[in-house]
């Protein structure tokens, strides 16, 4: 199971983390895949200036916008398993 979490504090909601967490929701209904992802939103993971901040299990991926979202759901959260 992928553990997504995003960013929610002020500066990456300035930077547009609700599209990004809309974006993943969409591909994770999309490719019904909700069983097998744990996504929650979080406050500040201390990297501010570099926003949209998301983690990926134990990986930390900044300047995240919702056009960049589904090339990282593909690689991150399908493992390159295009469908
Ligand atoms: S507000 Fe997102 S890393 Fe600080």
Known sequence: MAKISIC????????GAHGVLD?????????N????????GNFCHGRCTEGVVIKI???????V???KVYDIFIEKVLKGNRP
């Open 65 to 67: 916008s919702k056009d």
């Open 33 to 40: 895949v909700g069983s097998e992802v744990d996504m929650a």
């Open 57 to 63: 299990d134990d990986e930390i991926i900044t300047n």
């Open 23 to 31: 974006a993943f929701i969409a591909l994770i209904a999309k490719y």
């Open 8 to 15: 929610v504090g002020s500066a990456c909601h300035l930077r």
